[in-house]
């Protein structure tokens, strides 16, 4: 879309072009460059912080991109190609606040689902190794009776058919 307001100079489509981007809230501003650097079109939100929307770095990459942060602040640069000829750059000022808050709500989220699942797999887990170790422990204390009495003719009660109950056979 910016390719041919910039090689036409139509500095009022350029213009509704970047107005396009107040409906993305984390925008705070763009300017488009011609060729020769001059400033094409801007775009400034109204709301928000102020925000220095100039270029963050006269040379562009051989990539064509730029990107750089600065605190809560995101620059993009992109140069405006169109069959391998270059019409114009621009730049993108982006806040960083609704990613941040999107990262710690994930982590928040994050940290409660490990305890959930934690304390599930502990309850259960502990229901579990009461089953697996109560035989043994009964195993383990009618041996232990049978030692300090001496008395041969204490049985302890088979409870069930696996490896725990063979040991009473």
Known sequence: NSTVAIAFE????????????ESIPEVSGAVIYDRRREVIATYKRESGPKVNIDIPDPHMPETGFYKKTEGDRLYIGSLIRHQDKHYGTLFIVATTRYVSEQIYSLILYSVILLFIVSSIAGFFGN???RRLTAPVEQLSRTAARISSEGDYSIRVEKTGGDEIGALYD
């Open 10 to 21: 139509d500095k009022t489509q350029a213009t509704r072009i970047l107005s396009s981007l």
């Open 127 to 129: 229901r579990l190794s």
